[in-house]
């Protein structure tokens, strides 16, 4: 059943549902040039989630075009990560997401450019470059928030703390796909630990580790996200846009 | 070699653009020519300000300006660096629900260039001595105005087509010719402006024009949505000219080329085509060619409701600055964590050269 179509659906269910988050700061930034940034990278995943889930539709073979799967899925038919559906919180919980989240797909990117599929090789080709960006975007926010004001170094850590526990379901083994998330934690770690040391935070224990996106158990907040997303979509079945 | 150099438009918005390429041409040759007799503003800086207003040359930011030139730039400059953070917020309202995600990629990245343009527009300001934080300030205090358009609703997914055609087509129409302003950093700054509004008309005309090709509920979405904007985007251009306040030194100092109601009749004459080619119907029952005059008779909009919403009794006033001063209050923490993030990293490396 994990196949190449409901693997590349789940890098497409992440980057689209992380886009969708991300967008909903415009207009709410801290800064103007926050602003654009934050657009920038809504619509570097947006641009993956498009091409990915162009892509699994085809690897499916049943018809469905990216607009099919992105609007006419319900929330147990999503194969997102748990991260990025939770709320965007504050600026810094939306870092720490956006920080967790660039960190897993940076490794996972340059890993499947040199995968044996030549479309999968080549929307990895051109998002890492994309997440590598993203990863320097955030590890950034992560340092000036953690050893920036008493404030910002209190809210980055509890944003850390919250937002740790959801890391875990981004590396559980899948030993037949394309690229196995597994083999990407050791990257991950190092990227996290030595941010996380330079923005004097602490790194959290592991405890509990939420999961279940990869199989449509997701949080409470995915079928409001999906509900916005999809309602004007639904309300004209068969229309063109 | 300006101001009679505007010839009909065509639907795509096409020939808007072609008036801005002339525009930056026209900048670039002002500027080998130089600035001939003008050379130097030492001895007598008023007259040397006036040679440069009439060789059509550009005033930069290191050059003398009489005081009321800059203070009307600034507030000019000003207004429409707010109007570009203001207009994020009806557009922004469907990026979460739009309807496909070609649409919504569109959607976003024109978002994303009206804050640029908001960006660009400040450091423009800047140019004239006067910093955004203070502007910023101005805006969220109430003291200075954004375009009263961005005071109205959007209600449907069509509205977004709308503001693409109309509201972008009227700012274009008014910012075409801020191409040839007298101050180069302006000037500058609207050609570039003007290039990014021209794909975004032309991207509004393509979601209206689906819509109206497409089911009956969708046709009746865009033409409801025409129906509500079509006055407000007539307003857009100011009260009529008897009793526009700014606009006779502004003439005068070549900020502005076009009286409001030139502009207005301008865009109107562009719009009807455009409508037209599109199979939706402008809401003016009075709205026909007048061969005398080559151009459209039409309805003026309310200009009574127009200074209401300018007043700030319009339907999203309130909530459009509640939203943005929230968006400020909440990331004052933000900003103040990455001064002092910046100021311990100064710190650090002084400490280290000593």
Redesign the interface.
Known sequence: MHGPFEFTLRLGDDALVAAQRLAEWTSRAPEMEEDVALANIALDQLGAARLLLTYAGELEGAGRDEDALAYLRDDREFRNCLLVELPNGDFAVTMAKLFFLAAYQLPLYTALAGCADERLAAIGAKARKESAYHLDHAALWVRRLGDGTEESHRRMQAAVDGTWPYVHELFAADPAAPVDPATLRGDFDTTVTTVLAEATLTRPETGWTPAGGRDGVHTEHLSYLLAEMQVLHRAHPGARW | MYGNDFAAADPSGGDLLGQVEAAEAALRAAAARGRGGAVTSGADPEAYFADVIDADQKIEPRDWMPEAYRRTLIRQIAQHAHSE?IG??PE?NW???????????IL??K??DE??H??YL?AAAETLGVSRDELVDLLISGRQKYSSIFNYPTLT?ADVGVIGWLVDGAAIVNQVPLCRCSYGPYARAMIRVCKEESFHQRQGYE?LH?LAH??P??RAMAQDAVDRWWYPSLAMFGPPDGDSTHSAQSMAWKIKRFSNDELRQRFVDMCVQQAQTLGLTLPDPDLRWNPERQAYDFTHPDYDELMRVISGDGPCNRQRME?RR??HA?????????A??AA?RVGRREKVAA
């Open positions: 953070i994020m917020q922004g990026i979460s629900r739009a309807p496909s995600l070609k649409r919504k990629a976003l990245a978002v994303q804050a640029g908001g960006l400040y997914w979601i689906t497409g089911t509920a969708q939203h929230r968006a909440e990331g004052a923490w933000v900003r103040e964590a990455a002092a993030y311990k």
